[in-house]
């Protein structure tokens, strides 16, 4: 979940502007302890099919990463 933002949002002052985030967290069934945690940025798009197509980006840089680390030989592309 991407941040409100500055209190300020005077980009004199350094503001800038937040960029959507998508992030991915694995719970312990049992005793709800987090036992994995990724984020990845969402590329900023002004229109929808850019938008749609930096959120699948997102998505996948976020799965291969976490098959990675967990040892799971990704399927190949048709």
């Known amino acids: ?3 409100n933002g500055p209190l300020n949002p005077n ?3 350094g503001a ?3 960029l959507p985030m998508l992030r991915l ?4 069934r ?11 940025s969402v590329e900023l798009a002004f229109t929808q099919k850019p938008h749609d197509h930096n959120l699948d ?10 098959e990675t ?4 030989k990704p399927p190949k592309a048709p």
């Open 11 to 13: 980009k004199q002052y």
């Open 25 to 28: 967290v694995v719970y312990d």
């Open 1 to 3: 979940m991407a941040p």
């Open 57 to 66: 980006s997102a998505v996948d840089a976020i799965l291969t990463d976490s």
């Open 30 to 40: 049992k005793t709800h302890y987090i036992l994995r945690a990724a984020s990845e």
């Open 16 to 18: 800038s502007d937040p």
């Open 69 to 72: 680390t967990a040892g799971i």
